[in-house]
């Protein structure tokens, strides 16, 4: 497998070297392909740094991403809990993901202090998952009876532990959906 080749040129007798470089490429690559790729990596050459800096920067990424991934069901696992303490209640309503903001805020034993923030939470879905939490205070439910979302007002509306007065605002809510969905918890709960 001769590399390189002898040309004779045509103006004087000197001998000059054409290399073939696609050939060489060729061989190169068969040959790298043919060494295990942990020989070649224990090498010190530029190239074998390159990729070792690829594999660890690769592997890097998979563990920060599977650190971010367990930290996020050991958060969703505290949420979910019903006897999680309400200063963990707290903390993790300011956590990164809506996710586990909103379990917070259906969470029964969600303080009121973190419900009065949750209402006016720029997340709509956050503030519906705390329109459907059965502990709401007369307060947070006033803050949501005036939610500019009507998802947020018609979960609301949905809720049997809403007393009597925020039911009857919501009858005459100026979305139709809203409205009807009150008056038929109200109708409900009277029987």
């Known amino acids: 497998m001769p590399v390189v080749s002898r040309v004779q040129n045509g103006t004087s007798n000197e001998t000059s070297h054409h290399i073939n470089v696609s050939m060489i490429a060729h061989q190169i690559q068969n040959l790298l392909t043919s060494i295990p790729a942990r020989v070649f990596l224990r090498r010190s050459t530029p190239e074998a740094d390159v990729i070792r800096g690829k594999m660890h920067d690769k592997r890097q990424q998979q563990t920060e991403a599977q650190l ?95 007393p009597r007065n925020i039911l009857l605002a919501l009858t005459e809510d100026e979305n139709p959906y809203v409205a009807c969905r009150a008056a038929e918890t109200l109708n409900r709960c009277r029987t």
Request: net charge negative; charged share 20%.
């Open 68 to 162: 971010q991934e367990n930290i996020l069901r050991f958060q969703l696992t505290l949420a979910n809990d019903a006897d999680t303490a309400d200063n963990t209640l707290t903390l993790l309503s300011k956590s990164a993901s809506r996710r586990v903001v909103m379990r917070v805020a259906d969470h029964p034993n969600c303080p009121e202090t973190v419900m009065q923030m949750l209402a006016i939470h720029p997340d709509a879905e956050v503030r519906s998952a705390l329109a459907e939490n059965v502990n709401l205070s007369h307060s947070v439910m006033s803050l949501l009876l005036t939610d500019s979302d009507t998802t947020v007002r018609h979960r609301l509306a949905e809720s049997y532990a809403a």
